[in-house]
């Protein structure tokens, strides 16, 4: 609890404090410098120098970098992807074990490209923290509150970095006594796991909205409000997707949930104008929240919904594009650092999302730096000189209150299809509507008439791996 306070003490509001002073200041600086040493003993970070054409020379096998060198190594590295770290795994992007308690974890996102990610004791506990710290900010609370989980994929948040294997906290215990291993790091970071998740808050993880079918949905939407309703969570978190279709459901049976006083979207990935109808129809508060499996919480809104505020403690959160690092504003790849972890060291690692860092102070007087993810790199289209995003096709969509689901193909350069499912309420979508406006994002200048079909179906299938793009390139399709 005391690292979760720590947390706090960057990102609470401070208006008057300087941007400039604050970008490697706070013992970021140090964090950064510890990082770099630490990851100085890997093959691939040096690869990654003699590739960006750094003098190695300067740099002596086993010396200690001081934070400027630190600072002036950081600015050459190139970001590196997913792909990069699996073909280097292990040997090329692990430091040398020196008895951290280390974890070995698997984790796929949304292109299902599985990924192995080590973390060392001290990092799952600020992992920790920081789950606490986003809790927070985002409720106003931490502690004793009922929290139902909803991913898409049950096995990335049971065996990702969310901690040991559901037991009870007992029978954690019995093992680790009779297996002599009570002493070790890892039964005892497991044990905090346990009591966050069974004292602290009670956290309970639904099965993913697997349907292929609209019989099969109302099926088991009817099923997880039971089992909702049996639970009655203060803070439900679930893919943005199940958001509208629980809250739909929930709107047309007419039933109250007044238990329920906060939702939060997985991934931070939910426009606003669907998170607007998640909010009417349940009568809730609803908060962004952003991170992915092997980074852990990484930002979370405030009362201001949209942007989210950087855990900058744990985290440097830059936006590329074209390979250079983009002025405040500008929309990009979202490209972070983890400063903590010293197993396995990702610096600068491109997570597959797109946003942007807003500029200026937030209306609630933090001044940490705020992100807005605005969708997955695959689901961003681009049209001349401009990128759209998922975030903004799904922006004008859920608009209309006729639509509980969509999606975007494009077939060619110049041509594409919108998907419609129609609402759960049996409202009808403004068909010509949603044309004029998605024509209007779509049309770039010095491009050929863009084409725009629209088809309305009864439901669409999901991915392989249980989630729904919004944008997508057709199979064959033919784009220059």
Not at 74 to 91: A, C, H, N, Y
Not at 426 to 443: A, H, Y
Request: net charge positive.
């Amino acid at each position: 609890m005391e690292q979760a306070k720590n947390l706090g003490r960057n990102s609470s509001p401070q208006g008057s404090r300087s941007r400039v002073s604050r970008a490697w200041g706070d013992g970021r600086g140090e964090s950064l410098t510890s990082l770099l040493n630490r990851a100085m003993e890997t093959v691939f970070l040096r690869y990654r120098l003699e590739q960006a054409e750094f003098g190695l020379e300067s740099l002596k096998e086993g010396a200690n970098l001081e934070e400027a060198q630190a600072l002036e190594v950081f600015e050459k590295l190139v970001p590196i992807g997913k792909q990069d770290i699996r073909s280097r795994f292990p040997e090329g992007v692990l430091t040398k074990d020196t008895q951290d308690g280390r974890t070995y974890r698997s984790t796929s996102g949304t292109s299902g490209e599985r990924l192995t990610v080590v973390t060392n004791f001290a990092r799952r506990e600020s992992g920790r923290a920081s789950a606490l710290h986003v809790l927070e900010v985002a409720t106003g609370k931490s502690l004793g509150m009922s929290i139902t989980d909803i991913p898409p994929n049950v096995c990335n948040s049971i065996c990702g970095l969310e901690g040991p294997p559901e037991t009870s906290i007992l029978r954690h215990i019995w093992k680790g006594i009779s297996r002599r291993n009570w002493s070790s790091e890892k039964f005892r970071t497991d044990l905090n796991g346990l009591f966050e998740r069974r004292l602290m808050y009670k956290q309970d993880i639904l099965a993913p909205l697997d349907a292929r079918s609209p019989s099969d949905l109302a099926k088991q939407l009817k099923n997880t409000w039971g089992l909702m309703d049996s639970g009655r969570p203060y803070l439900l978190r679930a893919f943005p997707q199940y958001l509208l279709w629980l809250s739909e459901f929930q709107a047309k049976r007419s039933e109250g949930c007044g238990y329920l006083k906060y939702v939060m979207p997985y991934g931070g990935l939910a426009c606003d104008s669907l998170m607007s109808r998640v909010r009417g129809s349940l009568g809730v508060e609803t908060r962004n929240m952003y991170g992915t499996s092997e980074l852990g919480s990484v930002a979370v809104s405030c009362g201001n919904h949209r942007s989210m505020h950087v855990i900058e403690s744990l985290f440097e959160v830059e936006i590329f594009r074209g390979g250079q690092r983009v002025e405040d504003g500008t929309v990009g790849e979202v490209v972070i650092t983890d400063l903590t972890n010293l197993s396995m060291p990702l610096i600068r690692y491109k997570v597959g999302d797109v946003g942007r860092i807003v500029p200026g102070v937030c209306p609630c007087g933090r001044s940490t730096k705020r992100l807005e993810v605005l969708g997955r790199v695959q689901e961003t289209l681009v049209q001349g000189q401009r990128w759209v995003t998922a975030w903004e096709v799904a922006e004008i969509a859920y608009s209309d209150r006729g639509v509980s689901n969509c999606r975007l193909d494009q077939i060619s350069s110049s041509h594409f299809e919108l998907q419609v499912v129609p609402s759960l309420l049996d409202v009808s979508p403004g068909l010509e509507s949603l044309r004029f406006q998605m024509l209007g994002l779509l049309s770039a200048e010095g491009t050929e008439s863009t084409k725009l079909s629209l088809r309305v179906l009864p439901f669409i299938q999901p991915e392989q791996n249980g989630k729904y793009l919004t944008c997508r390139l057709r199979p064959n399709a033919r784009v220059q």
